[in-house]
């Protein structure tokens, strides 16, 4: 626990990336010190504090309907989270993973508008109940998912135009909206199931965050 009253707060909202799912495993996740988070932390130091709020399946709206994934909605939380954690001055949001999901069915149009409605205009306009402050943001895109792979094929096998379009899709948001942008598909690669990220690829997501953190915002 940051024990810093004067600590940067930055809120990390997404999905298992987030959560530090581990790639080929039966819902296993990556300890706190070494997934994404965990090293961000680690990288900023005492300056700042990191709040973790990632779940498994979360989507942009949809609902998962498999049993024990409940309240997968990620915008139905959004707000609540941003005022549990309030006061935030910055929220890191890694999304859009799930919307692409064969079962789903999103089309281009729609992520664009879910991204930028649900998200980014909620976010940077969410004044703090304690001052006249919001939140910056920083939007990233997440990694291409590999279709290569049969775990990935079995619930993304109509998504591969889409997802080669969603790096393009957030910029334009970030663009519009004034907010700092980190496309990870050139970069950051999925580990053996096609989807989740290996260790090697927590730290180097983590390492490009803390460096756009360093350089940009404080």
Not at 143 to 168: F, G, M, Q, V
Not at 176 to 192: A, M, P, Q
Request: glycine share 6%; net charge neutral.
């Amino acid at each position: 626990m940051n024990t810093n009253p004067h600590a940067k707060r930055i809120l990390c909202y997404g999905d298992s990336y987030t959560w530090g799912y581990i790639p080929s495993s039966n819902h296993e996740r990556y300890p706190a010190n070494v997934r994404l988070t965990g090293v961000l932390q680690e990288l900023l130091g005492a300056n700042f504090e990191i709040i973790e709020e990632g779940l498994n399946s979360r989507t942009l709206i949809s609902d998962d309907s498999r049993p024990g994934k409940e309240g997968r909605n990620g915008s139905t939380y959004l707000i609540p989270c941003l005022d549990t954690h309030d006061p935030i001055d910055l929220v890191i949001l890694l999304l859009g993973t799930n919307e692409l999901k064969d079962e789903y069915n999103s089309k281009e149009n729609e992520i664009e508008d879910l991204v930028e409605s649900h998200y980014v205009k909620v976010i940077i306009n969410r004044k703090s109940q304690f001052s006249d402050k919001k939140p910056k943001l920083l939007l990233i895109s997440p990694p291409k998912i590999d279709l290569t792979k049969d775990y990935a094929l079995k619930r993304y096998s109509k998504s591969k135009e889409l997802n080669n379009k969603i790096p393009a899709i957030y910029e334009r948001i970030a663009t519009k909206y004034n907010c700092l942008f980190l496309d990870t598909s050139k970069v950051v690669k999925v580990g053996s199931d096609g989807i989740h990220m290996d260790l090697l690829n927590h730290r180097k997501l983590a390492e490009m965050m803390a460096e756009i953190v360093n350089t940009h915002m404080f």
